[in-house]
């Protein structure tokens, strides 16, 4: 009878991986050394990690991932705190309550669900992102480099549009119609992903 290893990602216990223990590892990421990168319209800044993981076969190949970014975590980069704090504050709690509505969508979650083998350690990566309870297909490129027991992965910049997951606040789309200035903020979001793991 084979033996199996459950590997269950986060303590919510929102994934599940049933794999033979003997043929596969748990990269686990450090989420104090990986983050999501972002960029829109003039301003830029960065999005810590709750939790996540990579499965890797015995070639040191990827088969199988997830990670899950803390929305309550969005920080701005492109304004000096000490000169422009309560500016800083402000931005940054719009973000996560008037745009990601992260009290009600606290998480966005990344299920890798096709891995494309490219030259030089590059993959095509392509998994459902779920995002302000909305879940599309995405696809983009990275270079994961796996040395004994450490994960690197560092993506290209790829870019997403906000309104496909319903987050239409000041977007030229449907413009905020209170805002008697007629601001409008742009759909694209340009992303970054560099995340780091162990081997559990």
Partial sequence: MKKFLYLILFSAGLFVY???????FFYKVDTLQSKVFWKCDK???????????????????????????????????DMDSKQYGTAVMIFENTLKNE????????YAIFKLEEIQQLPDEWYKLTGDFTMHGITNCISFKAQIKIEKN???????????DRTDWGIYRMSPKRPYTDDQNGWTVPDQIDLKIELKAKRE
């Avoid at 890797?56 to 990827?62: A, M, R, S, T, V």
């Avoid at 745009?99 to 969508?105: G, I, L, N, V």
């Avoid at 450490?150 to 997403?160: D, P, V």
């Fill in 99 to 106: 745009f990601f509505e992260a009290d009600k969508y606290p």
């Fill in 18 to 24: 049933k794999i033979q223990a003997q043929n596969y």
């Fill in 150 to 160: 450490n994960l690197t992965m560092t993506s290209e910049k790829f870019s997403i």
């Fill in 43 to 77: 301003h830029n800044g960065l999005i810590k990690l709750k939790d996540g993981g990579f499965v890797i076969d015995k070639k040191l190949k990827p088969v199988a991932g997830t990670f899950i970014i803390d929305m309550h975590r969005i920080k701005d980069l």
